[in-house]
């Protein structure tokens, strides 16, 4: 089975513009959620989508959004970044139903802010 | 809340020795606990995870994890590391409510080193 994929791997964007990363979770999988890893913060949660639904937020601000679309695939946007978006963000996919609840990541995207 | 706490930032082990990484939790019921591994660069490898029943797991490559209700706590063991067991190790959380099970806590990591 094919893995958690993410695009692109590597963004370098200024600051105030804006970004979409994308994720393909592994076939079947319903659950997709992104995290964001900075040296400073660790590893943060962001939202996790469910059947095109966000069933779960974090505590990051409006200009972090994301979706998902029927075939399970996931985007995430930061509009107006800024240099503290700099970080590498993950996304995770899972059954997101019981038995099942372990999470599987995917390489990651590094984005610099600059 | 859910907290996770991995005591140890930084642990050094010669290639050979045994090895274990420390892991508390703080939450009223039992939760759904993890082990992942992230090698510079790359994403996060799931170890092995502990949903119910008996409290000790096996994982991959080698690593094992006990679960003790009482002390709280899932720590990470090997009985002889290896050189490319090199990296960042992170203990993870997830409350056992459907809702919010896409939802991990994870601790700050442990990077370890291994001596040849």
């Known amino acids: 089975k094919a893995g958690v994929t993410q695009t692109p791997r590597y963004l370098i964007k200024t600051r105030g513009q804006q970004v979409t990363l994308s994720c393909s979770p592994i076939s079947g999988h319903r659950s997709v959620s992104w995290y964001q890893q900075t040296p400073g913060q660790g590893l943060q949660f962001l939202f996790e989508y469910f059947s095109e639904t966000q069933r779960n937020k974090g505590n990051f601000p409006g200009r972090f959004s994301g979706r998902q679309f029927s075939n399970s695939r996931s985007e995430m946007n930061v509009s107006t970044l800024e240099l503290g978006d700099s970080a590498l963000y993950l996304c995770a996919s899972s059954s997101g139903q019981a038995p099942s609840y372990e999470q599987y990541f995917g390489p990651g995207t590094r984005l610099t802010v600059t | ?116």
């Open chain 2, 1 to 116: 809340a859910q907290s996770v706490t991995q005591p140890d930032i930084h642990i050094t082990v010669s290639e050979g020795a045994s090895l274990e990484l420390r892991c508390n939790y703080s939450y009223g019921a039992t939760p759904y606990l993890f082990w992942y591994v992230q090698s510079p660069g790359q994403g996060l490898q799931l170890l092995l995870k502990y949903f119910s029943g008996d409290t000790l797991v096996q994982g991959i490559k080698g690593f094992e994890a006990e679960f003790k209700r009482s002390q709280s706590s899932f720590n990470l063991r090997k009985p002889s590391v290896h050189w490319s067991d090199a990296a960042e190790y992170f203990c993870a959380v997830a409350r056992d409510r459907g809702s919010t099970l896409g939802r991990l806590y994870f601790g700050r990591g442990t990077q370890l080193t291994v001596w040849p």
